[in-house]
């Protein structure tokens, strides 16, 4: 994210009216490989080919904030490979955390990482430090201090299912669970900062807050996601869940939230609604169906029918209902960006 881009993030996140409406949108390994032509294992292996990914999308669309800009990031493995997990990966797929919480009491035992030294965690900063001339050189700097969420990490360590009848059936073991987890979270997100001044953001993702109620959420997410998004002093605290939005919208103010990106089945009329006026919202165009499936004319059909929908414009970067996927064509991304800048 160049500076022009982070000063009209920091203005839309602040209430005023930005124009065009700026354009932004979360790519990161299930997009940036195949579009850049290559594979996603050497997507991931090679910092040479990571940097070049990235610095063709920056250079082909300039008008767009690529959120959180140059993501440093192994899949869903990053954050659980700390915690022993393992990792496996293919050519052109996306690789899988291993579950390795077999138990109630071995949640609950769960001993912390070192972030200096455990996992993937030191080669993700030490792929930032060695990119970082380049990513300069090229007008831009790394922004965000980027991590996978609490209850999301928990999810890969303990198994999805697991993790969710623990909310009800061992709570005081799932409990302790994400007080390590929140606490490794907050020591990550300030060794990124600690490592490049140029953070000001922090930008959490975690979908597993969408499988739950408003009550467990409450008592669940919102405290360990309050606990993250406060590891140090930033602008700008970004958060994606693109499952279930409306569970946690009511409580985003309250866990720091300013900015929001959600599911694509709620529309941005309704979101403004339910999280208030002092969250931006990033979304909100079908990110499969027709950001990625769709002819560039449905991509302009559906960036009208979105914007139609919410009259007052601050606080709002228009974008799709999540990452960009894969197949997302560069025809589809012009359009978007030039309808927006016509509506805008």
């Known amino acids: ?48 080919r990571w940097l070049e990914a990235n610095l063709a999308a920056v250079r082909r669309f300039p008008d767009v904030m690529f959120l959180p800009g140059f993501w440093a990031e192994f899949g869903m493995c990053t954050e659980p490979s700390a915690f ?40 993700v900063l030490k792929r930032l430090e060695h990119a970082r001339p380049a990513i300069e050189a090229e007008g831009h700097a790394i922004r965000f201090a980027v991590a996978r969420g609490p209850l999301n990490i928990a999810s890969f360590l303990a198994g999805s299912t697991e993790f969710l009848m623990a ?7 799932l409990h302790a669970m994400l007080g390590v987890i929140t606490d490794f979270l907050c020591d990550w997100l300030r060794a990124q900062a600690a490592a490049f001044p140029t953070i000001q953001g922090i930008f959490l993702l975690d979908d597993l807050v969408g499988f739950l109620g408003a009550d467990d959420c409450r008592a669940v997410a919102a ?71 769709g002819t560039p004319e449905d991509v302009r059909k559906g960036v009208r029918a979105m914007l139609d929908g919410l009259p007052d414009k601050r606080r709002l970067i228009v974008s799709c209902g999540g990452g960009i996927p894969p197949g997302v064509s560069t025809e589809n991304i012009e359009a978007f960006v030039k309808t927006v800048q016509e509506c805008g």
Request: net charge negative.
């Open 1 to 48: 994210m160049n500076d022009k881009q982070w000063q009209d993030l920091l203005r839309v996140v602040g209430g005023e009216a930005v124009k065009p409406l700026p354009v932004g949108f979360i790519i990161d390994s299930p997009w940036l490989p195949g579009w850049a032509g290559m594979s996603t294992l050497d997507y991931f292996a090679c910092g040479p």
């Open 84 to 123: 022993g997990t393992k990792c496996t990966w293919h050519e052109n797929d996306l690789p899988f955390a291993h579950p390795v919480l077999k138990t109630p009491d071995e949640m609950a035992a769960l001993a912390k990482p070192d972030v200096r030294t455990d996992g993937l965690l030191p080669f």
């Open 167 to 173: 909310v009800k059936t061992n709570p005081q073991e």
């Open 223 to 293: 405290p360990y996601l309050k606990k993250a998004f406060h590891a140090f002093d930033s602008k700008i605290r970004f958060f994606h869940n693109d499952a279930h939005g409306l569970v946690c919208a009511p409580m985003l103010e309250e866990m720091g939230v300013n900015l929001f990106n959600f599911s694509f089945q709620h529309s941005l009329g309704l979101m403004r609604e339910r999280a208030g006026p002092n969250v931006a919202l990033l979304g909100n165009l079908p990110p499969r169906d027709v950001l990625a499936a």
